[in-house]
């Protein structure tokens, strides 16, 4: 009980703090923000990220690979080893102050790249990723909206994003899939299916396997 309980507080809340921007009282300390100017990092093949709150964007760039961010209220740390970016935000011990509109994070990739592998999870805020090549991927987004624009896949793509809208567009020509939206619909293309817990399917030779769960919101995918 003590479980089911926590967890409706966790959705309640999280659905307050994306519906209103991501931002509970208005006070940030000075202290409470790090902020990094665009820096230039070693090169990179794997992303792992797991982020409280904050906006990601993963972005092309014409030759770099850097990263930049301003976070609220939380301890970020990244590192590129062993040809893995990791990035971890985790907020500070207190439930006081939340903010995603000023916080962000952007990872800049160099627009001819083909990454391996892109692991990304994040509490609350929105995600957007763009004009990429990867392998693998797998994003998870507990609240916030979620925008793939011009993905190329070549192996398995996995989305799960519990409230928030889904925008996925891939260059893929083809592709196998799994689209589930429990409330809100779905989009594949230029089919609509409208109702409760929508699953759509397809299954083909060509492309990767795209699997996407969303609990609530709609859900638009391209191919």
């Known amino acids: ?3 089911i309980i926590t967890t409706v507080l966790m959705v309640v809340l999280g659905t307050m703090v994306w519906a209103t921007g991501c931002s509970i009282e208005p ?9 990094l100017d665009k820096t230039t990092i070693d090169s990179f093949s794997n992303i792992e990220m797991d982020i409280d709150v904050s906006e990601i964007d993963i972005i092309p760039t014409s030759d770099e ?19 893995v970016l ?36 994040c509490d609350v805020g929105r995600i957007n990723i763009s004009d990429l090549v990867a392998d693998t991927g797998t994003i998870d987004s507990s609240v916030g909206d979620l925008n793939l624009d011009n993905i190329l896949v070549n192996t398995n793509l996995k989305i799960k994003n519990s409230v928030g809208a889904t925008d996925v567009s891939l ?35 060509n492309g990767p396997k795209v699997t996407i769960d ?3 919101g709609h859900v638009d995918f391209d191919y």
């Open 1 to 3: 009980m003590k479980k």
């Open 27 to 35: 006070f940030t300390p000075e202290d409470s923000v790090r902020k």
């Open 65 to 83: 690979f850097a990263i930049e961010y301003n976070i609220v209220n939380q301890d970020i740390d990244y590192s590129v080893k062993d040809d």
């Open 86 to 121: 990791t990035v971890d935000a985790t907020k500070f011990d207190s439930w006081g102050h939340i903010d995603c509109k000023d916080s962000y994070i952007k990872i800049y990739v160099p627009e001819n790249s083909e990454l391996t592998n892109i692991d990304c999870t």
């Open 171 to 205: 260059a893929n020509s083809d592709c196998s899939y799994n689209v589930s939206s429990s409330v809100g619909g779905i989009r594949i293309n230029d089919n609509s299916y409208s109702g409760l817990d929508v699953n759509m399917n397809h299954k083909s030779d």
């Open 214 to 216: 969303n609990s609530t």
